[in-house]
């Protein structure tokens, strides 16, 4: 087994019978989603799948970059039941918080047992659309991540603008079916592109078929 970098900080390749997509496992011996852990060099790595992560999906098309390194503060927009959010928790290390964000009592349900194990991960039920009503539980943070299924996702990410940093970066999985189903899924990615260009600059761009349909991936910076 042979355990090497990639060029995304804390996201490792293993290569075994087949290429597996890694993290340092910040919480040792505990996983969450069923995900593989490999044990290798005192070290213990947990399986990031595609398939269940833009981020990771991001990585095999191979974005220029993520931006996320240890110690950074990440607001996330849509955390779900924190699979990403997890893996990037392993990224940023114990000298990093993540505040995951989300509007569903249920799913921040499942969110609150990981961030019981793990201290860099701050649950906040709330609807990332109102901005205000969280606005005094975080702090300005390096990244924004986004992942969010609604109409108005470039809208919303706009609203959280005020929490980046300046030269910030905004990370967000475009998902095109929830803005348009009639269009066409590049057409809403152009038309995407422009939105996020009057407020940031447009770093680079992914599409992220077939690991994750009619998705698009785009890395931004604050101007």
Do not use: W
């Not at 600059?201 to 698009?216: F, R, T």
């Amino acid at each position: 087994m042979q355990i090497s970098k990639t060029n995304y900080q804390g996201i490792f390749i293993v290569q075994n019978k087949r290429k597996l997509l890694v993290t340092k496992n910040l919480t040792g011996g505990k996983k969450f989603f069923d995900e593989k852990l490999i044990q290798e060099n005192n070290n213990e790595y947990r399986e990031i799948n595609p398939f269940r992560s833009k981020l990771a999906a991001a990585t095999i098309k191979k974005i220029s970059t993520t931006a996320i390194k240890e110690g950074d503060k990440i607001l996330y927009l849509g955390a779900s039941h924190g699979y990403t959010p997890s893996y990037i928790s392993d990224i940023i290390g114990n000298k990093g918080i993540i505040f995951c964000i989300d509007f569903a009592p249920r799913v921040v349900r499942d969110l609150l047992f990981i961030c019981e194990e793990r201290e860099n991960m701050m649950p906040i039920l709330a609807d990332a659309n109102k901005p205000e009503i969280y606005k005094n539980r975080i702090t300005q943070v390096d990244i924004i991540y986004q992942d969010i299924a609604q109409k108005n996702q470039v809208e919303i990410l706009l609203k959280n603008l005020e929490f980046l940093k300046p030269k910030g970066y905004a990370l967000i999985a475009i998902k095109a079916r929830s803005i348009d189903v009639t269009k066409s899924p590049q057409k809403i990615y152009r038309e995407v592109e422009e939105q996020l260009k009057q407020k940031l600059k447009v770093i680079d761009k992914k599409e992220l078929d077939p690991l994750q349909k009619d998705h698009c991936f785009f890395v931004c910076q604050k101007k």
